[in-house]
């Protein structure tokens, strides 16, 4: 029986060329063939931080993150902004203090960066009884004149390891004004 099989297939170079090439084109379609359809893993957006961020208009906000007071009862927001447009922007933050919403309005020069509380001499934004615990988020609204802004459910930290002298000492600190750092 499987003699007469054996002369149904076709053995000639030929025929064995052109399946080693059928095979050849199913293994690389097999192996790759969903990268047609699936996201790459290098074009999708992450912070690569403890932090998160965002951005409006020229203005990119990176890093941002609250770390509580030992007592619990204040935040010192640090976060990073950067203007990368040609006229200054009073970047307005908008956040929830001692239960009622707050908003600060801080000056962004052009082509600059600005960061607050990143080091313990920094200008720091202090949220006065955040209402939230550690490991928590912090919704802070970001906006600059007409610009459409962007929420930010900013990471609420403990006051441990790198971030213990980032804290605020207590309830009362007072806000500082930011550090400057032009763009090149």
Not at 3 to 30: D, E, H, M, N
Not at 66 to 72: F, Q, T
Not at 91 to 120: C, H, M, W, Y
Request: with cysteine; net charge negative.
């Amino acid at each position: 029986m499987f003699g007469k099989l054996s002369g149904v297939i076709a053995r000639t170079p030929l025929a064995r060329a052109a399946a080693s090439i059928i095979l050849a084109g199913a293994l690389v379609a097999g192996t790759s063939g969903c990268t047609f359809w699936a996201n790459q893993a290098t074009l999708i957006h992450y912070d690569p931080s403890d932090g998160v961020g965002g951005s409006v208009g020229t203005v990119k906000i990176g890093n941002v993150i609250a770390v509580l007071s030992k007592d619990g009862e204040s935040a010192s927001l640090l976060l990073t902004a950067t203007n990368s447009g040609d006229r200054d922007v009073n970047l307005k933050l908008q956040f929830e203090s001692d239960g009622v919403k707050t908003t600060i309005t801080e000056l962004i020069p052009a082509r600059s960066t600005v960061s607050f509380g990143n080091t313990p001499d920094e200008a720091r934004i202090i949220v006065q009884a955040p209402g939230t615990a550690a490991g928590a988020l912090l919704p802070v609204y970001v906006q600059y004149g007409n610009q459409t802004g962007t929420q930010l459910m900013v990471p609420v930290l403990k006051a441990d390891g790198p971030y213990a002298s980032l804290a605020p000492e207590s309830a009362a600190a007072p806000h500082i004004a930011p550090t400057l750092t032009p763009e090149p």
